[in-house]
Nanobody
Framework: QVQLVESGGGLVQAGGSLRLSCAASGSTFSASTMGWYRQAPGKQRELVANIGSSGRPNYADSVKGRFTISRDNAKNTVYLQMNSLKPEDTAVYYC????????????WGQGTQVTVSS
């Protein structure tokens, strides 16, 4: 059974930093795309960043230059380093893993709250 367990969320002041981690278990994900989405109250879930099996990252325009995504395939873990946080970054952040043709599979974590105070 695949599980994605996120950690690292919390409350931080504007301008501060947080590091999110997502540990995947139940399979090997070195060939998968791993990433982070977020959902603020009253808004749709949106892509924050993802990273393919080659290690190439992709970022939403709103976080470019402030967030860095990385992965450790040996640990089946994806990270999101968030710097220069803004109140508009406040949301529940979800880890996501997908792969295969179509894609043929996608998994979600339970979400971790990030709150940025002004």
């Amino acid at each position: 059974q695949v599980q994605l367990v996120e950690s690292g969320g919390g409350l931080v002041q504007a301008g501060g930093s947080l590091r999110l981690s997502c540990a995947a278990s139940g399979s090997t994900f070195s060939a998968s795309t791993m990433g982070w989405y977020r959902q603020a109250p009253g808004k749709q879930r949106e892509l924050v960043a993802n990273i393919g099996s080659s290690g190439r990252p992709n970022y939403a325009d709103s976080v470019k230059g402030r967030f860095t995504i990385s992965r450790d395939n040996a640990k089946n873990t994806v990270y999101l380093q968030m710097n220069s946080l803004k109140p508009e970054d406040t949301a529940v952040y979800y880890c996501n893993v997908w792969g295969g043709l179509g894609p043929s599979y996608t998994y979600w974590g339970q979400g971790t709250q990030v709150t940025v105070s002004s």
